[in-house]
Structure formats: C-alpha cells, structure tokens
C-alpha cells in the first residue's frame, strides 16, 4: 500500500512537471520555418522583457474644473466600459 501510494505521488509530480513546460510555436516576420520551444519560460508569463516608456509632453492637471455632474458622467461612462469589455472576454 505504501508503495503505491509513493508510485502516485511520483507519478503527479512528473506529470506536473510535463504539463509546466511549455510548446511555443512562433512565426518571424520573414517567410522561414516556426522555431519550437520547449524549455520553461524563464520569466512569468505576462511580464514584459523590455518595455519602453512613453510619455506626453503636455502638463498633466491635477485638478480640473469640473462639476460634480460632469465627474458623475465620466464615472458612470468608465464604469460602463469596463463592465461591457468584461462580458466581452468572459465570452471568449
């Protein structure tokens, strides 16, 4: 019993092994063949490499003149948006 028991754990522990590595088909720009990669990825999937910050010339306002209907507005607009492109990708 307790060899089969140590066997199973063995065994999830090789299988989650397998399925963290990860198969990355990628197409360069030019017309060669896709190189595959099989290696783990070395940093978490979702962080940039490299990024490159962008930035406007113009004066930020910190406060602006509006009203408080106006602010309410702008709100409920923002708000709108996020929950409709939510729905969206919830779809997906």
Known sequence: MKKIFLF???ATMVLGLVGCTRTVTTTPTSLTTPVNYTTP???????????????SDEPRIAS??????????????????AFNLLSIVEKE
Do not use: E, H, M, Y
């Open 64 to 81: 602006p003149d509006i009203t408080d209907t106006q602010l309410s507005t702008l709100v409920s607009g923002n708000n709108n948006f």
């Open 8 to 10: 199973l754990i063995a």
């Open 41 to 55: 990825p070395t940093t978490p999937v979702g962080t940039p490499v490299s990024f490159k910050v962008v930035k």
